[in-house]
């Protein structure tokens, strides 16, 4: 199961007819959330009534799938970005932001509603609280997505989040996966999902707490931290994998990342661990994006799983290095990659 699946045959049914690509279709297409994020370094959280002083506050483009299409766009990849900003200055930033980074945006909406929005506290570690407002990224509908269905039907790769309606990435993710797309799915924020996007999803990529959310959701149960866990992170991994998903990625921050796939006979295979590239953390605002940005591009490119989480960890600590999300992410040229 390891490796991109542009070579696999396809279903010839009636329903399930292939689709032949026109030269002007991407090759990766990411579903998802445009947000402006209003960021503020910080000494230290708030307490609860406590009131703290920050720099000017700075605003950058942002939102879980607007980071993942730009860091995949600007590490070469032939993508294209399906959401909602609103018809306001925010939503022109993000427009224009896409658009620079090479990211096709005929399947971005102007709408009726704010842009969505993020505040984003940063510490002097370079961890942060984020606090998201929708706004218009709660109209990335069925429907509009069914409207732009000649962008994701046929893409190679698939890219959803969850901070758009969980119903919207229940009608894509099963969709595309019927048409031979390889369907990477972020569980993020936390939300339980579905059995039909577990059983599309290749990988499911999860941080520790999408984790223990993920598997306190089936089991109705609260569940230790990964790292306290028995068997640990690695244990974690097969847990989520056990969810139906047909490979999972689970990030670590420092420590890495954890990934485990089915075999061919739909067998659990055994995790591997790959350890971080050293770094000191500037900002980790948008890291996971960036990850699963570059995964999308080396997946795309034929890369095995490993290779690809490999590439990914190396992609995520250049932008923790970095301030910001969209801007700290590297180009091809920036990492030496041939």
Same mark, same amino acid.
């Given at each position: 199961?390891?490796?991109?699946?542009?070579?696999?045959?396809?279903?010839?049914?009636?329903?399930?007819?292939?689709?032949?690509?026109?030269?002007?279709?991407?090759?990766?297409?990411?579903?998802?959330?445009?947000?402006?994020?209003?960021?503020?370094?910080?000494?230290?959280?708030?307490?609860?009534?406590?009131?703290?002083?920050?720099?000017?506050?700075?605003?950058?483009?942002?939102?879980?799938?607007?980071?993942?299409?730009?860091?995949?766009?600007?590490?070469?990849?032939?993508?294209?970005?399906i959401g909602c900003?609103?018809?306001?200055?925010?939503?022109?930033?993000?427009?224009?932001?896409?658009?620079?980074?090479?990211?096709?945006?005929?399947?971005?909406?102007?709408?009726?509603?704010?842009?969505?929005?993020?505040?984003?506290?940063?510490?002097?570690?370079?961890?942060?609280?984020?606090?998201?407002?929708?706004?218009?990224?709660?109209?990335?509908?069925?429907?509009?997505?069914?409207?732009?269905?000649?962008?994701?039907?046929?893409?190679?790769?698939?890219?959803?989040?969850?901070?758009?309606?969980?119903?919207?990435?229940?009608?894509?993710?099963?969709?595309?996966?019927?048409?031979?797309?390889? #369907?990477?799915?972020? $569980?993020?924020? *936390? =939300?339980?999902? &579905?059995?039909? /996007?577990? !059983?599309?999803?290749?990988?499911? @990529?999860?941080?520790?707490?999408?984790?223990?959310?993920?598997?306190?959701?089936?089991?109705?149960?609260?569940r230790p931290g990964?790292?306290?866990?028995?068997?640990?992170?690695?244990?974690?991994?097969?847990?989520?994998?056990?969810?139906?998903?047909?490979?999972?990625?689970?990030?670590?921050?420092?420590?890495?990342?954890?990934? #485990?796939?089915?075999? $061919?006979?739909? *067998? =659990?295979?055994? &995790?591997?661990? /790959?350890? !971080?590239?050293?770094?000191?953390? @500037?900002?980790?605002?948008?890291?996971?994006?960036?990850f699963v940005g570059?995964?999308?591009?080396?997946?795309?490119?034929?890369?095995?799983?490993?290779?690809?989480?490999?590439?990914?960890?190396?992609?995520?600590?250049?932008?923790?290095?970095?301030?910001?999300?969209?801007?700290?992410?590297?180009?091809?040229?920036?990492?030496?990659?041939?």
């Amino acid at each position: 199961m390891t490796g991109a699946r542009m070579g696999r045959k396809r279903s010839t049914s009636a329903q399930n007819r292939p689709i032949r690509r026109r030269a002007s279709q991407p090759r990766i297409v990411v579903v998802g959330s445009a947000n402006a994020d209003l960021v503020l370094a910080v000494a230290h959280r708030p307490a609860a009534g406590e009131t703290i002083v920050s720099a000017d506050v700075v605003v950058m483009p942002g939102g879980k799938g607007g980071n993942q299409a730009v860091a995949a766009a600007k590490l070469g990849g032939d993508v294209a970005f399906i959401g909602c900003v609103g018809a306001d200055a925010p939503g022109a930033m993000l427009r224009e932001r896409l658009v620079a980074a090479g990211v096709d945006v005929r399947g971005l909406r102007s709408i009726a509603a704010p842009s969505g929005q993020a505040v984003i506290l940063v510490t002097p570690d370079g961890e942060n609280s984020i606090i998201v407002s929708p706004g218009a990224n709660a109209q990335v509908s069925t429907a509009l997505v069914a409207e732009v269905a000649d962008l994701w039907l046929g893409a190679d790769v698939l890219v959803v989040q969850l901070e758009i309606p969980l119903e919207t990435v229940e009608h894509v993710v099963p969709r595309a996966h019927a048409r031979g797309t390889r #369907v990477i799915v972020n $569980a993020a924020p *936390a =939300a339980a999902l &579905p059995a039909a /996007v577990l !059983a599309a999803s290749d990988p499911l @990529v999860v941080n520790e707490t999408e984790a223990e959310a993920a598997l306190a959701a089936r089991t109705g149960q609260p569940r230790p931290g990964v790292a306290a866990a028995d068997g640990g992170p690695g244990a974690t991994a097969l847990d989520l994998l056990a969810l139906g998903a047909r490979s999972v990625v689970l990030t670590l921050g420092a420590g890495g990342a954890v990934l #485990v796939e089915r075999g $061919a006979d739909g *067998a =659990a295979g055994t &995790p591997l661990h /790959v350890p !971080a590239h050293p770094v000191a953390a @500037v900002d980790t605002t948008g890291a996971g994006d960036a990850f699963v940005g570059a995964l999308a591009v080396e997946l795309c490119a034929g890369s095995g799983l490993e290779a690809a989480v490999r590439r990914a960890t190396q992609v995520a600590a250049f932008a923790v290095g970095r301030r910001g999300a969209q801007a700290s992410y590297p180009t091809r040229a920036d990492l030496v990659i041939n």
